[in-house]
Nanobody, 125 residues
Framework: VQLQASGGGSVQAGDSLRLSCAAS????????VGWFRQAPGNEREFVTA???????HYAASVEGRFTISRDNTKNTVYLQMNDLKPEDTAVYYC????????????????????RGQGTQVTVSS
């Protein structure tokens, strides 16, 4: 199983980016998928998640600005980030978990089965 995160970059405050998380070896349609981020000197934090059934969850800091979605035909989950702020600067990671397993805690990275490498997002003011 491999998760490939991409789409990061350097932008100005107020700009938008769309991150992608593409999976191989696991059907995303049956997976819960989450995005986490980690800024230098900070702990990793939950950003957003989408359950296998489509229900979404967002951290308060990104609610209304970020949107998670999935395209099961492409085995890909997207993170649309609008109105980016300097405090959104971080390495962003995607992670997946078998949607059939019980006990899903979407905001806990350790609760996921697989994690991709990160993609850097840098927002300057």
């Amino acid at each position: 199983v491999q998760l490939q995160a991409s789409g990061g970059g350097s932008v100005q405050a107020g700009d938008s980016l769309r991150l992608s998380c593409a999976a191989s070896g696991v059907p995303f349609s049956r997976s819960h998928v989450g995005w986490f981020r980690q800024a230098p000197g900070n702990e990793r934090e939950f950003v957003t998640a989408i359950r296998s059934g489509g229900r979404t969850h967002y951290a308060a800091s990104v609610e209304g600005r970020f949107t998670i979605s999935r395209d099961n035909t492409k085995n890909t989950v997207y993170l649309q980030m609008n109105d980016l702020k300097p405090e959104d600067t971080a390495v962003y990671y995607c992670a997946s978990r078998n949607g059939l397993r019980v006990g899903y805690e979407y905001a806990v990275m350790g609760n996921y089965d697989y994690r991709g490498q990160g993609t850097q997002v840098t927002v300057s003011s």
